[in-house]
């Protein structure tokens, strides 16, 4: 089993719609979430960045976290052209930082 | 911004020959993560180095070699370069060692091996 798994897509969605991605993983030390956004083959950015269960958000981005599953979640409500890209999850944990393959998204209008 | 710098941005190079790549942390950074990009790969771990030293190992080749220097800039060196070499090279750095904080990454390298 790989450490993290993600569906590498692709995912297509019309504008407004509502993305959903997500993540499992096998770590249990992991405790930090956090989902990157890439563009066109630039260097990733950090998108969100959580801690533990739960959820948080950040405009239109909302992130879970179900460490009891393993699972994480990334949704992107009032989805938009411009957030078509290549989204990666990524966890860290006891000297560790692991990411996922990348889901790539695009919104069309 | 990110604040990691790359250099170069591109690269074209024969079969054979041997590359260095290079990066800057943002500043204050102790870690220094190298990635591999190719076409149709995620992003594969290379190495960890922390405030000078090596913390971590990923799927990194014997032809691939790096090393973090006292100013922390690090240097990924690829040598006897094939043709499946070719792909985007990420460094990332982050405030320790990987201790449970993220990570932010350079614009990348591309490197062409024809």
């Known amino acids: 089993q790989k450490e993290v798994e993600q569906d590498p897509g692709p995912l297509s969605v019309p504008e407004g719609a509502i993305v959903s991605l997500n993540c499992t993983y096998s770590n249990s030390a992991f405790q930090y979430f956090m989902w990157y956004r890439q563009y066109s083959r630039k260097g990733p950015e950090l998108l969100m960045y959580t801690y533990s269960s739960g959820n948080k958000e950040d405009g239109r981005f909302t992130a879970q976290v179900d460490k009891s599953s393993k699972y994480i979640s990334l949704f992107i409500r009032d989805s938009q052209p411009s957030d078509s890209a290549t989204y990666l999850c990524a966890m860290s944990g006891n000297n560790r930082l692991a990411f996922g393959k990348g889901n790539q998204v695009v919104v069309i209008p | 911004d990110s604040g990691v710098t790359q250099t170069p941005k591109h690269l074209i190079t024969a079969t054979g020959q041997r590359v260095t790549l290079r990066c800057s942390p943002r500043s204050g950074d102790l870690s220094v993560y190298w990635y591999q990009q190719s076409l149709d790969q995620g992003l594969q771990f290379l190495i960890q180095?922390?405030?000078?030293?090596?913390?971590a190992k990923g799927n990194i080749l014997e032809r691939f070699s790096a090393q973090q220097f006292p100013d922390l800039h690090s240097e990924l060196n690829l040598s006897s370069l094939e043709l499946g070499d070719s792909a985007l090279y990420f460094c990332?750095?982050?405030?320790?060692?990987?201790?449970?904080?993220?990570?932010?990454f350079g614009q990348g390298t591309r490197l062409t091996v024809v």
């Open positions: 990332a750095s982050s405030p320790d060692g990987g201790r449970n904080t993220e990570a932010f």
């Open positions: 180095y922390y405030n000078g030293e090596e913390r």
